[in-house]
């Protein structure tokens, strides 16, 4: 007789806290205006872990690719989410900007951030380019620039996984 599939534990080792580098990408925002943004620090924090960097910069894919990689090379960045640019409209470019580095692509996380929209927003979730990868050792996940959108990711997807998922790339 086979012994039963126990599947691989998640959550069961303690998670040290985290460092997370939070984007807003956009060409409007300011600080002040940054709902999403104040959203992020807000629910990193909340789960314990620190905010190492924050920014807001332009739609412009060099500045986002830059800003991204520069993150991903600073050992107190565990993890980077972007927030902003991940729409239809002739500005929003942060996919295109940030896709091709990732090294794994995380195709799941767009895939589920999709289905649980979708029960939120309904049809409307098909418009989402949502998506994540590893660039440079580090997870990075690009988000839509609604608060509501953040919060979703954050609470249901990215925050109750990071623990696993920065000690499966071996950063901790």
Known sequence: MTAPHRPHAHGETPVRALGFGLLTISDTR??????????MRELV?????AVREAAIVRDEP????????AWASEAACDAIVCSGGTGLAGRDR???????LFDPAIEGFGELFRMLSFDEIGSRAMLSRAAAGVVRGTPVFLLPGSPKAV??????????????LVGELGRR
């Open 94 to 100: 942060t996919v295109e900007a940030v896709s091709d």
């Open 45 to 49: 924090a909340s789960a314990g872990h």
């Open 151 to 164: 919060a979703l990711a954050l609470t249901r997807l990215i925050l109750p996984e990071i623990g696993h």
């Open 62 to 69: 060099a500045l986002v690719r830059e800003r991204v990689l």
């Open 30 to 39: 300011t600080d002040a205006e940054d709902l999403s943004g104040r959203a």
